[in-house]
C-alpha cells in the first residue's frame, strides 16, 4: 500500500494531554486522535492492528469451541436492575433516557444481556457446557480519562462467559480460557505475567490478571525470586521478611503527652526516636455502600496499622464483604467522629468498629493519637485500652516482603491489566434466574466464569513495552505492516520500478508493504519509519541501485543490512521469522 | 462446525411484534434476540453472514483506494453543533448527559466526526483526494421501532466520506463509490434498483439509493418500462400518461352550493358526477420547521392538487426549501385558518400562500370548498378567484404516468433501502471550516460525498427477498455456512464416520459446513435445516449409505440428487458455483 493513498499524518509533537510515552507516540504518529477526552479516531494504521490483534483472539477461542455473538452497545435499565448493578455500578455506567423516557445506558459490560440471551435457550445439562464471546465496543464514563486508550471512555473489548453444570465443569472451562489467554498474549510477543487479583464489583471468587510489563502500568504486581506466585498487590499476602515481636513484656501504664507540631508519622519517628513500625496510626473510613444517593449518613469506622505500613483498601473492602472499596473520612468528618484532627486520632475511647492489621498484633505498649489535637497516648495496649472488632491481613504487600509461597521474596513490577479471567459461580445466574434442568430433572442455577481482553488497551501495552527513543517498535504479530518501504528517489524511474518490483514480490509472500512514495527528504522519511515502527524497513535509492545495493534495516535492533535487490525477499522473511 | 458445538435454538413460532417475513424467520432460526425494542443480540449465525458482507464491502472499497478508520459511537454536543444537526437532526438523535453534566450523543451519522478527523490533516491540494470509512455501530432513537433489523434502533452501517478539490472531482469520486456499491450488491446476487432519490435533511444535491426489490420493502419505486430511469417516489417527477387540458373556452360565475355529507373527494365525485381529476382538493400545511421547540406558531400554507392526486411531501419541502417535510395541520388548526372543517376547505378567500400543483393549472371552472361547513363553490378559476403564490410539480407520480426520460412508462416497485450514495458539495466543510490550500495557495472549502450502507439492513433484507414457505435461502455469498449436513443416525458409528470424513473434505475445499449431530428425528432436523436456509443441504443415513447414497439438495431449487459418497464434493462445488 503507497502512502499517497492512505491518510498518513505524523506530528512532531505529543498533545500537552499525553502523560506516557504509548499515548504520545499513537497520537504523533496519527494511530489515535482525540474527538472528545477518552474518545478517539482510530485511523488505518491501527485499525489494521486492531483487526490482526482480534483475529489471533478469534482463532485460538474458536479453537476451543467459543462461539461469537454480538451484543448491543445500547442496554435496558430493568436488566440491569435484575442483578442490582443499575445502582451497584456507579456514575461509570453512562445512564440515560430516550425520548419515550425509557431509561438505558451503554454496556460497560455484558454479563446481564449474555445471561439473557442463553437463559431463554438452555433447558437442560444436555445443552452445557456453552462459551460465548463477542468483540465490541464498550463504555466507562470515566471522570478523568487518560493515558490515551489505556483509560479511555469508548474502546473494543473481547468479552466472554462460560456457562457450565457445576463449579468443577466451570473451573474446567476457567482452565481452558486460561490456557487460551495465554496462547493468545504469547503469540503477540508481549513480556506478561499473570497474576492473582482481586475479584472487584463483578462477583466471583477465583480471578486471575494477565498483565504486561510496563513502568506507566496502573496496576503494581508482586512476583516471587523462586516460585511462580505472582500477585497483582491488591490481594497479595503481606508477610514480614522478618516478624516484628515486642520484646517488652510487661504492659505499661497509659500515659498522655503533647505532640504540638507532631502530624505524620515521619514526625513523629523521627522526633519520638521510635521505628515507624512501632508506632501506630489510625485512619478512618465510612463503611456506608452509597448505594442510595439520599442517604449521606456515615457509618465511620476506624483501620490501626503499623505506622510503616499503608492501608490497603481491597483487603479491607473484602475483609467487611463490602462491593467497592470504602471511602476514607474526611478531616472535618474525622474530627467530629475522634473529637480531633487527623495527625491526633487514636482508638482509644472511640465508639466506632476498630480494625487491626495483623502486623499491630506483635506490638506493646505502642503510641497512638489521644483524640485531642497535639496529643498522644504512650504505652497503649490492645483489649486493655480498646476493643479489637476484628484483626486481619489489611496493608499493603510491599517489596522484600516474604513470599506467601514460602519460597524466597516478592519482587515489585508495574502491569497494564490487558485481561483477566473469573470465575463467577452462580452470582448472575441466581438472580437472573437462569437456570438447567440436572439429570433428575430438578432445575440448577447455571455456573457461569467471565473473561475479558481490553483489545484496544493491549495495542496501547504493546506500545508502552515495545519503543525506543525514535519511536514505536511494533510486535510483528500486530505491526500494521511488516515492511515500511523508504523510496528515497521517486521522480526516478528506474528507482521506483525496482521499489514497486520489491513492494510486489513481498506482498506475494503474503507480507504487507507501506511504501513511502511522498516527496520528502530522506531524513524526515526515516524519522517517520522510526516513529510509525514497522518491523523492517527497506531503503531504495539511486544511490544504493547505482552500487546494486539496497538497505534492510531491522527496526528493534537498527541492525542494517545492505544487499542486492534480488535478496530482499529473502532477508525480509528471515527478519520477520 | 457441529451443531452440538454452537449455541442455535430455533422457534416454531414467531414472536408477536414480528410483522415481516424476513424478522421472523430471523427470530425463529435464532439470528437475531431482542434485548429491548429495536435493539437485539446476533447469534454467531448471524455474524458469520455479517462478518462475510464486511469483507465483500472492504474488498470492494479497498480496491478503489478508500481507507478503513473507526470513529467513535459517542459524540460531543459541541462538534455537532457546529454544522447545527444538534437541533436539526430532532428527537431521532439520542441525546444526554455526561456524569460531568457535558452533552454527547450517539452517533446516527459521522459527517462531523470525519470532516473533524480530516481538517486539521488537510493542508493543500495534494492531500486530496481522500476516501474515509468505517463500519461500526450506529444509533438512531426510533419511536416505534419494527422490521426487526429493518427499523432497529441499534444497526451497524458502512459509512464513506469523500473529499475533493471541486465537483468536477467530487463527482468522480461518486462515480467511484457508484461502481463500488453496484459491485457489492452485484456480489450479494440479490435483485435491486439503483433510484434517483431525495437528498433528506444530510444536505447535497445529487443521490442515488441502491434499492432491494421486496414486497415488505417502506419505499415505493417507479421504474421505466423502456428507459433505465428509476426514482423513489418522492423525487419522480409526475407527467400523466394523457395531460388532462380542460375543454371549456370561457369563465362561468363562481356559485356557492350546498353538499351536506360530502365530505371526501370519492364522495363528491360519485355524487356530482363529476370525475376525480377534475376536482380540486385543497390540503394544509405549517412551514414552522420547529427547530425551536418554544415556537410552536402555526405558520400556514394551503396546497391545491387535482381529486385523484396525492401530495408529495417531499416535492413540497424542495420547493419551499425547508429541511424536513411539513406537517399537515390538524383539524382543529384546518378550521381556524379556513372558518371550516377539512372537506369544505378551498382557496378561495384564504389569507395565506397558496402552492398548487401543476395538474391543477390545466383545469377550468372547477370545484373546490367554500370554507364554510357543508358549502361548495363550483366555477372557480385561477387568478380570477385566488391567487398562486406558486405553482409546481407537487404530486405523487404513480404506475401508468409518463417515463420522465420521454420513453415508455412508469411501473411500481416495493424496495428496501440498502445504499445510498450522496453529492454533499461543501455544507459541512463550509460550516466547519475544513479547507485546503489550492495551487494558487487560496483556501478553499473540502467538496464532500457521502456514501451508506445499512449492513444489517441489508443482511435482512436479503432474507425479505430470499425466503420460501419454508423459510430463508441465503445467497450463497452471505450464507452463514455453504452446506448444512444433517446426520440421521448419529450414534451408528459407521454413519458418523462418513458424515465426518465427507465434512472434513468439504471444509479442505474451503466449504463451510454445519453438520447437524443432535439426537433429533429426521423431520425436525429437516425442519430446521430449511429454515436457516445453507444454500445445500446434505443428508446422510444408515439407508441410504446401505444403497451407497447420499443425498444432496439445493435449498432454492429443492431438487434432490442422490449420489455416491465419493461424488458429494464435486456436486456440491457444482451447486456452490
Redesign the interface.
Known amino acids: 500500500m503507497k502512502w499517497s493513498?492512505?491518510?498518513i499524518?505524523t506530528l512532531k509533537e505529543a498533545p500537552a494531554d499525553a502523560e506516557i510515552i504509548s499515548h504520545k507516540l499513537l497520537v504523533r504518529g496519527?494511530f489515535i486522535?482525540k474527538?472528545?477526552p477518552g474518545?478517539?479516531?482510530?485511523?488505518?494504521l491501527?485499525?489494521r492492528s486492531?483487526r490482526k490483534f482480534e483475529n489471533i483472539i478469534r482463532e485460538e477461542l474458536n479453537k476451543r469451541?467459543c462461539?461469537?455473538?454480538?451484543?448491543?452497545?445500547?442496554?435496558?435499565q430493568a436488566?440491569w436492575e435484575e442483578t442490582g448493578r443499575w445502582n451497584e455500578m456507579g456514575?461509570g455506567l453512562?445512564k440515560?433516557?430516550?425520548?419515550?423516557d425509557q431509561g438505558?445506558c451503554?454496556a460497560a459490560t455484558h454479563e446481564e444481556?449474555v445471561t439473557?440471551?442463553?437463559r431463554?435457550?438452555i433447558k437442560s445439562y444436555r445443552d452445557l457446557p456453552?462459551n460465548?464471546y463477542q468483540i465490541q465496543?464498550k463504555?466507562r464514563?470515566e471522570?478523568r480519562p487518560r493515558f490515551g486508550l489505556m483509560r479511555g471512555?469508548?474502546f473494543t473489548m473481547k468479552d466472554a462467559y462460560s456457562f457450565d453444570i457445576n463449579p468443577e465443569e466451570a473451573l474446567k472451562s476457567y482452565q481452558s480460557m486460561y490456557d487460551a489467554y495465554k496462547a493468545i498474549f504469547d503469540r503477540l510477543g508481549l513480556n506478561y505475567r499473570i497474576v492473582q487479583a482481586d475479584a472487584g464489583n463483578i462477583g466471583g471468587s477465583q480471578t486471575h490478571e494477565f498483565q504486561v510489563l510496563a513502568d506507566a502500568g496502573e496496576d503494581a504486581l508482586l512476583v516471587s525470586t523462586e516460585s511462580d506466585f505472582a500477585a497483582n498487590v491488591e490481594v497479595a499476602p503481606a508477610i514480614d521478611a522478618v516478624p516484628y515481636i515486642s520484646k517488652e513484656t510487661t504492659l505499661k501504664d497509659k500515659e498522655k503527652f503533647a505532640t504540638p507540631n507532631l502530624k505524620t508519622i515521619a514526625q513523629l519517628s523521627k522526633s519520638l526516636k521510635v521505628p515507624e513500625n512501632e508506632l501506630v496510626k489510625t485512619l478512618f473510613f465510612s463503611s456506608n455502600e452509597g448505594f442510595n444517593p439520599k442517604d449521606q449518613t456515615i457509618k465511620p469506622f476506624c483501620v490501626l496499622l503499623r505506622g510503616s505500613d499503608e492501608v490497603n483498601p481491597v483487603k479491607l473492602k473484602n475483609m467487611l464483604g463490602m462491593v467497592n472499596p470504602p471511602l476514607m473520612l474526611t478531616d472535618e468528618e474525622v474530627h467530629s467522629v475522634s473529637g480531633a484532627m487527623p495527625g491526633s486520632c487514636g482508638p482509644v475511647g472511640l465508639n466506632i468498629p476498630i480494625y487491626i492489621d495483623n502486623g499491630v498484633l506483635g506490638l506493646k505498649n505502642f503510641i497512638v493519637g489521644a483524640n485531642e489535637d497535639n496529643f498522644h497516648f504512650k504505652n497503649i495496649n490492645i483489649d486493655r485500652d480498646f476493643k479489637v472488632t476484628k484483626s486481619g491481613d489489611l496493608r499493603m504487600a510491599k517489596e522484600g516482603d516474604k513470599c506467601p509461597s514460602g519460597k524466597g521474596t516478592l519482587k515489585s513490577y508495574r502491569g497494564i491489566e490487558v485481561g483477566h479471567v473469573f470465575y463467577l459461580g452462580t452470582k448472575y445466574s441466581q438472580k437472573m434466574r437462569a437456570q438447567y434442568l440436572d439429570k433428575n430433572g430438578k432445575a440448577q442455577p447455571i455456573e457461569m466464569g467471565c473473561y475479558g481482553i481490553g483489545v484496544t488497551r493491549t495495542l496501547q501495552a504493546a506500545i508502552e513495552q515495545c519503543f525506543d527513543v525514535d519511536g514505536i517498535i511494533w510486535p510483528k504479530s500486530i505491526a500494521p505492516f511488516h515492511v515500511h518501504i523508504c523510496v528515497l528517489d521517486i521522480n526516478k524511474e528506474a528507482v521506483m520500478s525496482v521499489a514497486e518490483k520489491i513492494m510486489t514480490d513481498l506482498e506475494n509472500q503474503n507480507i504487507e508493504v507501506l511504501m513511502d512514495d511522498r516527496d520528502e527528504r530522506p531524513g524526515s522519511k526515516f524519522k517517520d519509519a522510526d516513529l510509525l515502527g514497522m518491523p523492517v524497513r527497506i531503503v531504495i535509492g539511486e544511490k544504493g541501485l547505482n552500487n546494486n545495493e539496497i538497505e534492510v534495516v531491522e527496526r528493534k535492533t537498527k541492525s542494517v543490512s545492505k544487499v542486492n535487490p534480488t535478496q530482499v525477499v529473502e532477508l525480509v522473511k528471515s527478519l520477520l521469522k
Open positions: 493513498k492512505l491518510h499524518y496519527g486522535k474527538l472528545a474518545i478517539y479516531t482510530y485511523g488505518n491501527l485499525v486492531l469451541n462461539i461469537e455473538v454480538l451484543m448491543p452497545v445500547v442496554h435496558p436488566l456514575d453512562l440515560f433516557k430516550n425520548r419515550n438505558f451503554l444481556a439473557d440471551y442463553v431463554h435457550d456453552k460465548i465496543t463504555y464514563d471522570i471512555r469508548e
